[in-house]
């Protein structure tokens, strides 16, 4: 592995467009976790012409749910959940501000477009290393839809969480170029 | 007549959620270490290595393994010989479910309908519980909790029997391909073979209740299994970023099917291939 390159947030564009597809990175700072039943209630609140409970500017989103934390614990186990789910609220959402999505998985051509226009940096964490990933946050405060349960707005506070850029703002991908470098399989 | 109390299942199934959450079985976690000593890709043995020490955490801390603590699939085989007693069997494993899931902080991600109103159900339940009665006075109980990273992934194709093996291989790496790399490989693939398309389905669930050094007892299904993994592995989905590794084992099970039918179902699974069996 590559060295690491140290990332503190808020996550500014400028931030975004020096990062590569491929660039192992560690962020410190706030991020902001939202997933499905939360992007729904966004983009429908937007639709209504409301205002959005968060501010989204230069903020960076992960897609998670965690589990509910033990007495004492900050969180409780909170990997990446599949970023593709989010793919038809990504454009809207990323016109609201966000520099930075982190998840897992492959995303749709909208959203690799609407990430080259704003500058958008896509990372993935390591799918299912969710009690390895809980180590680096420190605190989880619910900012929206508490009513959603694990699927509320909430800011994490984390130190050194562990990322991989797959998708950089040009739209190079480290999934495809990956794949395809390990790629023996023939005839399917 | 033996008689069991409802009460003791509930207690059971409590006991086996938090710890099918909690621990990834051995066969498992061998297998991934296994793989890390085979895998070539810098990127997909730093991913192992993450993989390999949550796995660690999780079992020292008594921490969920992963925060998708599942939809839960129970298995039981009832001995037509035991009676429950003081409540219905089904309720009991439900309320089992709703213990385990509260008591061993495990995320709660069921909603209790899925188009409309899809508001979740806050305990977990009700859980996919499958029953069979079987010879004998006792219970035996499967706890299989099932993240949907994997489950969106997983399909099924209705073949005839002139696609024969070449067309399995094909159905079932068409499923694969399509998958990627979303469902959190290094995957386990449970493959269902034959009976009704719903048979099928059932039974590539039930593949994956068996241990990923058990091969198939059919020498011919043994064989398909290891053809599978192989082609699997050439994909170059590696541990999610790329790599060889992007399977661990494939289980197929099979069941006897229609003259005109050869119904193929895929599960993927995820590296958090959980389930704790008990026998009460």
């Not at chain 1, 499905?36 to 989103?61: C, F, I, S, Y």
């Not at chain 1, 990997?79 to 930075?100: V, W």
């Not at chain 1, 509320?152 to 495809?176: H, K, M, Q, S």
């Amino acid at each position: 592995m590559a060295e690491q390159i140290r990332i503190q947030t808020p996550f500014t564009e400028e931030m975004s467009r020096k990062l590569k597809a491929g660039d192992a990175v560690l962020i410190s700072g706030e991020i902001i976790a939202a997933r499905d039943a939360a992007h729904k209630a966004m983009t429908e609140a937007l639709a209504r012409g409301e205002k959005l409970p968060v501010d989204w500017q230069n903020q960076m989103v992960y897609y998670l749910g965690p589990t509910p934390a033990k007495p004492g614990d900050p969180i409780g186990s909170c990997g990446p959940t599949t970023s593709g789910r989010m793919d038809a609220y990504t454009p809207t959402m990323l016109e609201q501000g966000i520099k930075g999505m982190i998840g897992k998985g492959s995303r749709s051509k909208e959203v690799v477009e609407s990430m080259k226009k704003n500058g958008v940096t896509y990372f993935a964490a390591v799918g299912g290393a969710a009690a390895l990933i809980a180590k680096s946050v420190k605190k989880y405060e619910v900012l929206a839809y508490p009513e959603l349960g694990p699927e509320a707005v909430a800011r994490l506070t984390v130190e050194d969480f562990p990322a991989i850029v797959v998708i950089d703002c040009e739209g190079n991908n480290l999934y495809e170029t990956n794949q395809a470098k390990y790629r023996t399989l023939k005839g399917y | 007549m033996r008689e069991i109390d409802a009460k003791q299942i509930t207690e059971t199934v409590a006991q086996m959620c938090k710890e099918a959450a909690y621990y990834l079985p051995d066969d498992v976690y061998n297998a991934m270490k296994k793989a890390r000593e085979t895998e070539t890709s810098p990127v997909g043995q730093n991913v192992l290595d993450q993989i390999i020490r949550n796995a660690e955490i999780a079992k020292a801390e008594d921490r969920p393994y992963c925060q998708d603590t599942g939809m839960t699939i129970v298995f039981l085989e009832v001995g037509q010989d035991l009676h429950i007693t003081g409540g219905l069997l089904e309720d009991a494993v439900n309320a089992g479910i709703s213990k385990g899931y509260t008591e061993g902080y495990l995320r709660k991600s069921v909603v209790g309908e899925p188009l409309f109103n899809r508001v979740n159900t806050k305990d977990n339940t009700p859980g996919v519980i499958y029953t069979k009665i079987v010879a004998g006075d006792k219970l035996k109980i499967t706890v299989a909790p099932k993240g949907f990273g994997s489950e969106n992934k997983s399909g099924i194709k209705m073949l005839v029997p002139a696609d024969g093996v070449e067309g399995v291989k094909k159905a079932v790496m068409d499923i694969i391909l399509h998958a990627s790399m979303n469902p959190c490989p290094p995957m386990v693939v449970g493959v269902g073979i034959g009976g009704t398309m719903d048979r099928a389905a059932l039974l590539s669930k039930l593949a994956l209740t068996r241990s990923v050094d058990e091969r198939n007892p059919m020498p011919e299904y043994a064989k398909l299994e290891g053809e599978l993994l192989e082609l699997i592995n050439q994909t170059g989905i590696g541990p999610q970023l790329g790599g060889n590794t992007s399977a661990l084992a494939v289980n197929v099970e099979w069941g006897p099917t229609h003259i005109a039918g050869l119904p193929v179902a895929v599960t993927i699974c995820c590296h958090a291939m959980r389930h704790k069996q008990r026998v009460l």
